[in-house]
Each structure stands twice: as C-alpha cells, then as structure tokens.
C-alpha cells in the first residue's frame, strides 16, 4: 500500500462514516448525511473526484467537509455497509473493494451481526489489543466483545441516545422534541418535561453502560473496554461526572471502524 492514498467508506444506518488514508496513515475522518443516487452516480462518473462533482455535494450536504477539495481522484475505495441495497450503487465505481462479515479474521461473527460492530472488534484487536470490549454509541447503543482468541463473545443492542429522544418525541403527542445538547446530568427527581426525559433517558443509559462493563471485567479482568460512535464523547463526559473511577477505565477512540477497515485493506 505504500503511501498511496485510499478511501473508506462505513455506511451506516443513519449516517456516511468516512476516512481519508496515505498508506496506513489516517488524514482525516468525516461524517455525512447518506448520499442520494444521483449524487453516487456523479461521484462514480467523475471517478471520485469531489472538487468535479462540487455543485451537487453543496446542494445536498447542510456542510461540505473542507477536506474534500484535497481528495486526488481514482483512488481505491474500501467499502462497508450495514444497508446492503446501498452497495450496488457505489459498486459502480470500478475501484471498490466491497468488505464482507465473511471475510474479518474474528471467529464466531453470525450471520446477522453488523459489519460495523465486527470491523469495529477488528479494530480494536489491532491497536488495542484482546480481549476487548466495544461501547458503540451510535444510533443504536451496542455491545460487542471478544476474548483473547479473537473469538465473539456476544454482545447486546438498545436504542441509542438520539433514537430514544426522536422515538420519545415523535410517538407521545405531549413531549417535546430535544436534542442531544444535554452536557451535564440533570437532576434526577426532575420536575419538567424537559428535565424528565433527560433524566429517564441518561440515567438509565448511563446505568446501562455501568451493569455491561461490571459484567464483562468479572469475564475478563484485563483487556480493553473502548466506547466508540457519535455520541462517544457526551457519553464519557457524563460518566466522569456520575462514576469518575469507571471513566477512567474507558477509552473513546473515534475511529475504531476505520482501523478494521485498514487492517482489511492491507491484509488483502
């Protein structure tokens, strides 16, 4: 791989994750809204080079990474999707390289399990080593580990942060619709709307993330415990203020997905 540059790609359920490498070097990562067909197809015809395909990315995205203009076009693109029908759109780009679960050198993975959760364990055996366990706090807030012998232990799904506030809005006439601005735990006895539903949803997400890591350190009492996702550092910054000495326990590495998806990339 040397030190040509290449592109990653996870499309995620809700969200376009994206890293930009020299060799197995990280530039940058971005997020994005998903592309729609039109825009992949510009892309794909234009050979990835986002400066020729300017017009359209400022007409879709609320804000284009500036990094984009920076980006050499035809270069590989390594690719991973939780929406499978998403892949035949960028497959026509003929320098994709499509990433299956069959293919990530971690045993016991089923056949329904993300590949966002594997190549984040991937990931995570390459830079932080085995056992590990992974905190995704992303649409869904997941649990995914693995023991020493690069073998699934299991996991566990819940709804995320921001999923649980839409579902709270949009599905009870009376609450409100917050974001996930909340940067200090309220009180818990709370007596507003707003204070209540914060209080519901981050206690009991936050009580959540403390009974899966007491139970995996009694599994596995060394090994990392790592918290991913987009809302990795909200997340951390509120157990520090509820339970500091299992804060400190943690990690938040960002790009845990785009070390797998590097791993596969050299290793194939």
């Excluded at 921001?162 to 009870?172: G, K, N, V």
């Amino acid at each position: 791989m040397a030190d040509s540059g290449w592109l990653a790609l996870m499309i995620g359920n809700s969200r376009l994750h994206w890293a930009w490498f020299r060799g197995i070097t990280l530039q940058q990562a971005w997020d994005t809204p998903h592309f729609s067909s039109e825009l992949i197809a510009d892309l794909t015809q234009h050979q990835f080079d986002f400066a020729a395909c300017a017009e359209r990315l400022t007409a879709e995205l609320p804000i284009v990474p500036n990094v984009l203009p920076y980006i050499p076009a035809s270069q590989p693109l390594w690719l991973a999707s939780v929406i499978p029908a998403q892949v035949p759109l960028w497959q026509a780009y003929p320098q994709t390289q499509v990433i299956t679960l069959a293919a990530i050198p971690i045993t016991g993975l089923y056949p329904t399990l993300g590949i966002d959760r594997a190549l984040a364990l991937l990931g995570a055996a390459t830079i932080h080593g085995l056992p590990s366990l992974i905190i995704d706090a992303g649409t869904g807030l997941t649990f995914t580990g693995a023991n020493a012998e690069a073998q699934l232990v299991g996991g566990a799904i819940l709804p995320g942060l921001r999923l649980q506030l839409r579902s709270l809005a949009e599905h009870t006439a009376a609450l409100p619709h917050l974001s996930n601005r909340q940067v200090s735990l309220p009180q818990r006895w709370s007596t507003n709307t707003d204070d209540a539903i914060w209080s519901g949803v981050l206690y009991s997400l936050l009580a959540g993330i403390r009974d899966f890591v007491t139970a995996w350190q009694q599994q596995f009492s060394r090994g990392a415990i790592l918290l991913t996702g987009g809302d990795a550092s909200l997340l951390i910054d509120l157990l520090r203020q509820q339970a500091p000495d299992l804060a400190a326990q943690i990690k938040v590495d960002p790009n845990l997905i785009f070390w797998g998806i590097r791993q596969m990339a050299t290793q194939l």
